[in-house]
């Protein structure tokens, strides 16, 4: 019995793992975090 519920463990941190991998957040996939976008800001030039 301790051995399936350690294999069950492990298979599930393997599985984690896995999903934490292929589940990035820095793409611009929709979700999650975004990359910063960049606004055009006016600079006056005379005073």
Same mark, same amino acid.
């Given at each position: 019995?301790?051995?399936?519920?350690?294999?069950?463990?492990v298979?599930?941190?393997?599985?984690?793992?896995?999903?934490?991998?292929? @589940?990035? @957040? @820095? @793409?611009?996939?929709?979700?999650?975090?975004?990359?910063?976008?960049?606004?055009?800001?006016?600079?006056?030039?005379?005073?």
């Amino acid at each position: 019995m301790a051995e399936l519920l350690l294999f069950t463990g492990v298979l599930a941190l393997f599985g984690v793992a896995f999903w934490l991998t292929t @589940d990035s @957040d @820095d @793409d611009n996939g929709g979700g999650g975090l975004m990359q910063p976008v960049l606004v055009p800001v006016r600079v006056r030039h005379n005073r």
